[in-house]
């Protein structure tokens, strides 16, 4: 086993969290509860993560990114979620969606792309999940034909986050319908100025209503034969790896999303009297609280080991990214329900940010996996031994 800090974060993961935090409470917290009222994009949060570059720290310092480590990118998300999950999606699906070109692509596209999004040129979404094609990902229809020295891509891709909003697209298109998972999926970056590419509307979400959650279209849209991410056929196996990695940002935003719902509810127990007294005071309420406290940390720690293993590539990373993100999402929805029952009427409000924060959780158990197949995911890296033994 590495050193890797797991149960102490360094003096650098400890400044990066309080820098993390000052942007989020002045930057960003002021307008969260107008972003979700509106569903319109949080404009202030990009720019000012952008300015402090955060919007996508994982980039490495080669390309001109900050070169954090996989610890460092989740306590951004998870600090940024604290306040506003819509606005934690900018460095989580920045991630998500420029992973493929950092795991798989060749030094060209890598220098085109990630240069491009460091230097906030335009945010990276990811294109794998269709109308037919969500949990069974391999299902997809989306296909990519050869044409001379590139490539014509046809088809439509579902619930894609940032979409319209991001300039660049990973896409995972079928280039040998044969072939299938096993060498038939290939992977593209597209571009928002692409001709043929063009939007659906807006889902109208139940949360996270900041992030737009689009359809997007692929009408005879030309792409180079530079813009295929690794060689053809390695598509399927660069979006499970990818998921593998950014299924740990999805557990850092539970677990920030479930920390900012645990501190609003523990101010508002102390200050909110009845029966003369504060309602901390009542040990029913302290039984909850203390709950919600030792779920938040534990779905933390989980959160951290998960981070160190895909920094350093363990093999079992894909075991701890799937139950860290598994878990820390059950946990953000608990406590977020947990944290409107402590506010009782008010929760249910919204006069007070814990019911946008429960909305907002219910997301986490879903996107980037269903619970339901990360437990498919952890049960078979179980029984294949794949497990650290600690």
């Not at 900050?66 to 604290?82: F, Q, Y």
């Not at 060209?108 to 979404?125: C, V």
């Not at 005879?220 to 940002?249: C, N, Q, S, W, Y």
Request: aromatic share 8%; proline share 3%.
């Amino acid at each position: 086993m590495s050193d890797f800090p797991v149960y102490a974060l360094t003096d650098e993961h400890q400044a990066i969290r309080e820098a993390v935090r000052a942007i989020a409470e002045a930057k960003i917290a002021p307008h969260a509860a107008e972003v979700d009222e509106e569903a319109r994009y949080p404009v202030e949060a990009e720019k000012a993560l952008i300015a402090a570059d955060f919007h996508a720290p994982h980039v490495p310092e080669e390309y001109g990114g900050a070169g954090a480590d996989a610890l460092a990118t989740v306590i951004v998300i998870e600090e940024i979620a604290r306040v506003c999950v819509s606005s934690s999606l900018i460095p989580a699906v920045n991630k998500l969606g420029s992973l493929p070109v950092q795991i798989s692509g060749g030094e060209d596209i890598k220098k085109k792309y990630l240069t491009k999004l460091a230097a906030g040129e335009g945010g990276f979404s990811y294109c794998l999940s269709e109308p037919d094609a969500g949990s069974d990902a391999g299902g997809m229809k989306c296909k990519a034909e050869k044409d001379g020295d590139g490539w014509v891509l046809n088809g439509v891709k579902r619930w894609i986050t940032n979409a319209g909003e991001s300039e660049f697209y990973t896409v995972m298109a079928v280039t040998d319908a044969e072939k299938k998972t096993r060498g038939g999926i290939s992977a593209f970056v597209v571009e928002k100025s692409d001709e043929g590419v063009s939007f659906g509307a807006p889902e109208k979400k139940l949360g996270i209503k900041g992030s737009p959650t689009r359809e997007v279209y692929f009408d005879k849209v030309r792409i180079p034969a530079d813009r295929m991410i690794g060689g053809e056929g390695t598509g399927f196996a660069t979006a499970m790896k990818t998921l593998d990695h950014t299924r740990v940002t999805i557990a850092a935003q539970a677990v920030g999303v479930a920390q900012g719902a645990l501190d609003y509810a523990l101010e508002y127990a102390k200050e909110r009297q009845q029966f003369g007294k504060p309602i901390a005071d009542f040990q029913g309420l302290q039984f909850m609280l203390a709950d919600m406290g030792m779920k938040v940390e534990a779905a933390r720690q989980l959160t951290y080991a998960a981070a160190g293993r895909s920094e350093r590539g363990d093999k079992d990373l894909t075991f701890f990214g799937a139950s860290a993100k598994c878990f820390a999402s059950d946990v953000a929805m608990q406590v977020t329900t947990d944290a409107v029952q402590v506010l009782g009427g008010y929760g249910y409000t919204r006069d007070y940010p814990v019911e946008r924060m429960m909305r907002d959780a219910k997301i986490t158990q879903i996107y980037e996996g269903t619970n339901q197949v990360q437990r498919i995911v952890m049960a078979r890296q179980l029984l294949a031994g794949v497990q650290s033994q600690l």
